[in-house]
């Protein structure tokens, strides 16, 4: 059976398996496990070692996946609860992490190419004129050219289960009236960037690549749009060449509280 870990094709059988595991123990089951010439092992030892790959390089699901498809068993045991402590050390005694056990390890790698949709002009009536956009999942990006040579850009990352809609509901935000803050937010970001001159460049991404396998991801669930929506604006925040304006709770910034709007920048760059 061939498979791709990391980028690498490999090749396993069952033969391979059963020859490689000889000579080797099995650790305590704590969470997953499958059962191999009638001895039960954990899945992630297992098929490290039969691959020859450190138990960093795949995650448990890929090593669930890939011995189900040999024709192992693979069962799941009740993980151990660990004891509660006493009344009399509950309080005396803080936070020991050396207690805690390692159930599994979570790797989880995620790509996509950014696609030009087009630039975002003011039409007549001085609102904001999207690109023709698909009626798709995906994600988006605001790309708005500092007005100074050699400033920072600034961008914005989103995602939507429908690109077209949200095209639409960032232009109709002009009122305080919309109940979408962040779409009055980037309303107005929009409007005084391109009144002052300024350039918006709009790009979607449609097809998302997730996990060590490479294997294409739903976008009509949300969790999965979440997760690359917050790799590109994390990635974006890193390198340090464009400001964000995405709001992070964690660091102190957040949305207006009820119909109190806070002052819009200007963006000089």
């Known amino acids: 059976m061939e498979f791709i870990i990391n980028g690498?094709?490999?090749?396993?059988?069952?033969?391979?398996?059963?020859?490689?595991?000889r000579g080797?123990?099995?650790?305590?089951?704590?969470?997953?496990?499958?059962?191999?010439?009638?001895?039960?092992?954990p899945v992630k030892q297992a098929f490290g070692i039969a691959a020859g790959l450190p138990h960093t390089a795949f995650?448990?699901?890929?090593?669930?996946?890939?011995?189900?498809?040999?024709?192992?068993?693979?069962?799941?045991?009740?993980?151990?609860?660990?004891?509660?402590?006493?009344?009399?050390?509950?309080s005396s005694r803080g936070f020991d992490p050396t207690r805690l056990t390692e159930i599994d390890t979570v790797s989880a790698t995620t790509s996509f190419t950014w696609l030009h949709a087009g630039g975002i002009t003011l039409d007549s009536d001085g609102w904001p004129s999207f690109p023709p956009l698909p009626r798709a999942p995906g994600l988006y990006r605001f790309s708005f050219r500092a007005l100074e040579p050699g400033g920072r850009g600034t961008v914005y990352v989103g995602e939507s289960v429908d690109l077209a809609r949200r095209g639409s509901n960032y232009r109709n935000a002009k009122t305080d009236r919309s109940s979408q803050r962040t779409s009055r937010r980037i309303h107005k970001e929009l409007v005084r960037h391109l009144r002052i001159g300024g350039e918006v460049a709009f790009s979607i991404a449609t097809d998302v690549v997730l996990g060590v396998d490479g294997d294409p991801v739903d976008l009509r669930w949300k969790s999965a749009r979440r997760l690359a929506e917050n790799a590109a604006v994390l990635l974006a925040q890193l390198d340090g060449e464009h400001e964000v304006l995405n709001i992070d709770a964690d660091l102190g910034a957040a949305e207006p509280v009820g119909d109190e709007e806070q002052p819009t920048r200007i963006i000089a760059g």
């Open 8 to 21: 690498e094709k490999r090749d396993l059988t069952r033969a391979d398996v059963s020859e490689r595991l």
């Open 24 to 41: 080797h123990e099995p650790d305590r089951v704590f969470e997953y496990s499958v059962v191999i010439d009638g001895r039960e092992w």
């Open 59 to 90: 995650t448990s699901q890929t090593a669930r996946r890939q011995l189900r498809k040999l024709g192992f068993p693979v069962d799941m045991d009740q993980p151990p609860v660990p004891a509660a402590p006493s009344p009399s050390t509950r």
